[in-house]
């Protein structure tokens, strides 16, 4: 069963069927023991009896004895023996009555004041007459005064519908509360800091949505790891990119002392340190909104992405001039999006300025735009001709400060590629990179067209 809702119907449907199973056999037990009783009355029972009585009852109390008699004498004859017995024990037909079967059908009036097949009547003469049909198998049988049947052990059987209840109720709460137990124990591991916490192997194989939290916990906590590693490696990163401009800046200043002729040098060599210390921080920052950056909406709109490449495409040539480079594009059809043009604009120009970057003198960079019908996306391909990244290095592109050995030399921050994944992957796309045969580095920027 992999859902809490199959678990709790089932247990409550055989709760109901132990019960019904309970109610089913007191009522069979209470049945059997009437029976029982029944078999050891010394009278017949029944509708027909009971009309035979009350007919004799009436011809007694209304026509007096004589009615009676004769009524006896007819039922007589048709086989049916009608036993009429005074006070001194004798039948008024004089017919024979075992002081036995007397006695057990006066204990049985006295016992079943109710049953209509035994009736006692007080006639105008002052005597008393009862009015019976005796079993023909039991008349001369010595008989025992009948008892009252025992009633069902409704006690035992309450017993034991309770301990069955208590049974499965605790059986029901205990497969319910073990994962939560579980999962509250690591909830407090993780509060102390343990974050390779899991809980999917102490839960085991179940398949309800106690499990799916579980699993859900898992990956919570897989996450929460990987995000905070990628804060210290970044914390690592940032000190590093600081350490060396800082260092060159203390130098500069001490050849500066050492030196005054060399001081306008010297501070030229300091304003560009800053310079790239304060690229280096914008970017950071940048990063860090995107990093934080929630599922508020409020920001997005329906944009032109044709203009916005345009506009991208323009720039991009105006800084491509010192390295005489050539920037071409397809044909653009009008595209519309809805998203931050602001983040968008941000991916395209940080990958299209990275092929800039490094991409030969009189190069060549293609930008190929394609749309998508199923799924209905936008794909926008940046290519340029420059050293390429190696094989095992294309999956680190996009990792913060990640520089490739034919690129230590190249100014930057390393954070431009960093910045385009984040903001591509907060409007829900996709970005790769790869080598291409001719040689050069081809960006692949995937956007929903929603």
Partial sequence: MRSLFWKFFFAFLLALLLTSIGVASGMWLRHNAERQAFEAIPVQVGWKAASLVDRAADLAHYAGIASLKKYLQEQQQDDITILAVTTDGKDILEREVSDALLLSTRQLLLSHQSMRSVRQLLLEDGRTILLFIPSPEKINQNLTPPKRPKPPPFLLLLAMWTLSGLLFSALLAWSFTKPIRILRKAFDDVAEGKLDTRVSPAIGKRR??????????????????????????????????????????????????????????????????????????????????????????????????????????EDARFEAQNKQLQITHNTLEHIELFGRPALIHSAIENVLRNAIKYSPDKGKIQLTVTKHSKPSSVEICIADQGPGVAEQNLQLVFQPFFRSHDSQNQNGTGLGLTIAHRAIEIHGGNIIAENRPEGGLKITITLPAR
């Avoid at 800082?246 to 050849?255: K, T, V």
Wanted: hydrophobic share 40%; glycine share 4%.
């Fill in 208 to 313: 309800d949505e106690l499990a799916e939290l579980g699993h859900n916990f898992d990956h919570m906590t897989s996450r929460i790891s990987q995000l905070l590693n990628a804060q210290k490696h970044l914390l690592h990163d940032v000190s590093h990119e600081l350490r060396s401009p800082l260092a060159r800046m203390q130098a500069a200043i001490g050849l500066a002392q050492q030196n005054p002729g060399k001081t306008a040098n010297m501070l030229e060599r300091v304003e560009r340190e800053s310079e790239r210390i304060d690229l280096l921080v914008g970017d950071l920052l940048n990063l860090s909104r995107l990093e934080t950056s929630t599922s508020d909406n409020d920001d997005r709109q329906q944009f032109n992405l044709t203009e916005l490449l345009l506009d991208i495409i």
